[in-house]
C-alpha cells in the first residue's frame, strides 16, 4: 500500500522521569504552550519553558527524524539531564491510524556534585599539569542555569637543547566563577523570538588569577558577558559583549626584562573591550574524508566602555587609566584555515594556515597587553624555535629575546600515519614568522633601530623561517601524548650568505628543539 506519513498529535513531557516512580499515579497536568507536562511529585523541578525551547517539534507535525536527532542534541546540551528518551506510541483515539503521541522522559542529574581533576597542559608551549577541585550546581534558579566553581593550579616546563639554561617554569593558581544560561541574557522575555535550531546560551564569568615565573609575577582579573548561537550544525558563534581585563605585575627580573625586547608588554594595563568568534567545522555532521575547519576572531577594547570610565592621561606620553592602572585600546582579528585530507590505510595530510594583526590606537598607542600579541615558535606553532625566539622579521639577536609581535603569517604541513596500534608518526614542514606593522607608534619605541623588525612587501618572503621534522603520538584514546622533533632549514635573522641561512648545511644535533605537549598541534 502506498506509503503514508505519520503525524505527530500530541506531546507528553515528564520533566523528572525515573523507571522507580514509572508506575506511579500522575497528580498533576500542566499545559506550556503547545507541551503537556505531567507530574509525579509536587515540587517543579525545572521550570517549563526549558524542555519546551529544547524540542524541535510540535503538535500538528510530520514526524521527521532529523527533528528528532536535533532535539537530542539541544536537550543533552543543556547538561542537566543525566539521560533522555523521546518515544512515540499509537494514538489511540486516531482513526486515521497515522497519528502518534510523542513521550519525552528526562531523568535530570543530581543537582549539585563536586568534582576534582587532573590534567596535561599545553600553554604557548609550556608543557605541565593542571589540577582543580570544583563544585557545580545545575539548574541553579529552576531555569537550567549552570553555576561553576574551581579553583586550580598548575605547574609547567618547556625544554629544547638549543636553550637548555632556560627552563619555562609556570606556577598559576586561580579561582574560576561561571553562571551559564540556556537563553539570551536579555531584559525581556526571549521566548519564542528565536529559531530553536540556535540553540542560544549566554553567561557572566569571573577569574583571578596569580601567575609566577622565573622571570616575573603577576595578577590577571577577568569579567566577561558572553552570548553563543548555533546557526547550523556546522556553524558556531559566540559574541563576548563585555571583555574587561585587569592585569598587575608585581614583580619583573632585571635580567629578564633586558631579554625582553618588547618591554612594555610587562606593564599592567586595563582591557575593556568585546570580542567575536566564528567557528566552521565541515566534519560534523557528514562521512566526508577530506574537510575543513575555520575560525575568525575580531575584536576591540577601550572604545566606549573604556572611555566613559578612564581617566584622562597626565601628559601627552601616557595613556589614560582605570582605577589607577592604564587603560588599552586595539583592534585584533586572526584567522586560523585547516584542511584535512583522509588517505587509506588512516594516513592524513593535513594544511594549516594562520594569520593575524593588532593594531593599537589611542591609549594602545602607549601600552598594549603582552598576551593580545604574537608570538612565533613553540609545541603548536613553528616547531623548530622555542616559543618566543623567532623573530620579528630577520632581526639578528632575535634568538636570544623574548620576542612579540603585532602581525603574524604562518603555514604548516603535517603527514600523519599509523605506526604499530596505538603509536603514530607524522613529518611536517612548518614556516612563517612575525613583524612590527605601525612602526610609528611609542610602544613598539624598543625596534625603532632595528627597521629588519617591520614588515616590507618587499622583503617578508625572504624573512621567513622553515622548519622540519618528524614526531611520534601515542593514542591513549582519551588523549594523544606527542613528541615532536624540529629542525630549522631557513634561519631569517642570521645574515644572508651564512652557511645556517641556506638549505644545505652541516648537520647539528644541538639545533633540535624538543616538543612534548598533549593532543594534535592542529
Not at 542534541?73 to 543543556?78: A, K, P, Q
Not at 559583549?241 to 625586547?261: C, H, S
Not at 614556516?431 to 623588525?453: A, M
Amino acid at each position: 500500500r502506498p506509503f503514508l506519513p505519520f503525524k505527530i498529535n500530541r506531546v507528553f513531557i515528564d520533566p523528572n522521569y525515573s523507571i522507580a516512580k514509572e508506575n506511579e499515579a500522575i497528580i498533576d497536568t500542566q499545559q506550556f504552550d503547545v507541551y503537556d507536562y505531567v507530574y509525579r511529585e509536587e515540587e517543579i523541578f525545572l521550570r517549563q519553558r526549558v524542555p519546551a525551547e529544547a524540542l524541535h517539534f510540535n503538535p500538528g507535525d510530520i514526524y521527521q527524524q532529523s527533528k528528532i536527532k536535533e532535539s537530542y542534541r539541544h536537550l543533552l546540551g543543556l547538561k542537566i539531564f543525566q539521560s533522555t528518551e523521546i518515544a512515540f506510541r499509537p494514538d489511540p483515539i486516531d482513526t486515521t491510524k497515522q497519528g502518534l503521541i510523542a513521550e519525552i522522559r528526562l531523568k535530570p542529574l543530581i543537582p549539585n556534585n563536586f568534582t576534582t581533576e587532573l590534567t596535561g597542559t599545553n600553554t604557548s608551549g609550556n608543557f605541565g599539569i593542571e589540577g582543580s577541585f570544583g563544585w557545580i550546581n545545575r539548574n541553579l534558579f529552576k531555569g537550567g542555569e549552570i553555576f561553576n566553581i574551581r579553583l586550580k593550579g598548575s605547574v609547567a616546563a618547556q625544554y629544547n637543547s638549543r636553550y637548555g639554561d632556560q627552563l619555562f617554569n609556570t606556577r598559576e593558581a586561580g579561582i574560576e566563577t561561571s553562571l551559564e544560561f540556556p537563553k539570551f541574557l536579555l531584559p525581556v522575555n526571549t521566548f519564542g523570538l528565536l529559531p530553536k535550531r540556535m540553540n542560544p546560551r549566554s553567561g557572566v564569568a569571573f577569574d583571578i588569577l596569580w601567575q609566577e615565573r622565573q622571570e616575573f609575577s603577576r595578577v590577571l582579573f577577568n569579567v566577561r558577558l558572553y552570548y553563543d548561537w548555533t546557526e547550523s550544525i556546522s556553524k558556531h558563534h559566540t559574541l563576548t559583549l563585555m571583555d574587561w581585563r585587569y592585569t598587575n605585575v608585581l614583580n619583573l627580573d632585571p635580567d629578564f626584562a633586558a631579554d625582553l625586547q618588547f618591554k612594555t608588554g610587562f606593564e599592567s594595563v586595563v582591557s575593556i573591550g568585546s570580542r567575536y568568534t566564528f567557528n566552521y567545522n565541515g566534519k560534523v555532521g557528514t562521512q566526508k574524508k577530506n574537510f575543513t575547519l575555520f575560525t575568525v576572531n575580531a575584536e576591540t577594547a577601550g572604545n566606549l566602555a573604556g572611555r566613559l570610565i578612564s581617566k584622562p592621561a597626565e601628559s601627552d606620553s601616557t595613556a589614560n587609566t582605570v582605577f589607577g592602572v592604564q587603560a588599552t585600546q586595539y583592534a585584533r582579528l586572526d584567522f586560523d584555515f585547516r584542511y584535512y585530507i583522509e588517505f587509506p590505510s588512516k594516513q592524513y595530510l593535513v594544511f594549516r594556515a594562520f594569520t593575524g594583526a593588532l593594531f593599537g590606537y589611542g591609549n594602545g598607542s602607549y601600552i598594549l597587553p603582552f598576551e593580545k600579541s604574537f608570538f612565533a615558535g613553540g609545541t603548536n606553532d613553528i616547531r623548530a624555535w622555542p616559543a618566543y625566539r623567532l623573530g620579528p622579521g630577520s632581526f639578528e639577536d632575535g634568538d636570544d629575546l623574548i620576542n612579540i609581535a603585532p602581525f603574524k603569517l604562518v603555514g604548516n604541513v603535517e603527514y600523519r600515519f599509523d605506526i604499530f596500534k596505538a603509536l603514530k608518526g607524522a613529518v611536517f614542514v612548518d614556516f612563517g614568522n612575525i613583524w612590527i606593522i605601525q612602526r610609528d607608534l611609542p610602544v613598539y619605541k624598543e625596534y625603532i633601530l632595528t627597521p629588519e623588525t617591520y614588515f616590507e612587501f618587499d622583503r617578508f618572503l625572504e624573512e621567513i623561517a622553515v622548519g622540519t621534522g618528524f614526531g611520534v603520538r601515542y593514542d591513549l584514546s582519551f588523549f594523544v601524548l606527542r613528541l615532536d622533533l624540529g629542525y630549522p632549514i631557513v634561519s631569517p635573522y642570521l645574515p644572508e650568505g651564512k652557511s645556517s641561512r641556506l638549505f644545505f648545511r652541516p648537520f647539528n644535533f644541538s639545533e633540535f628543539t624538543y616538543n612534548l605537549a598533549i593532543g594534535y598541534p592542529f
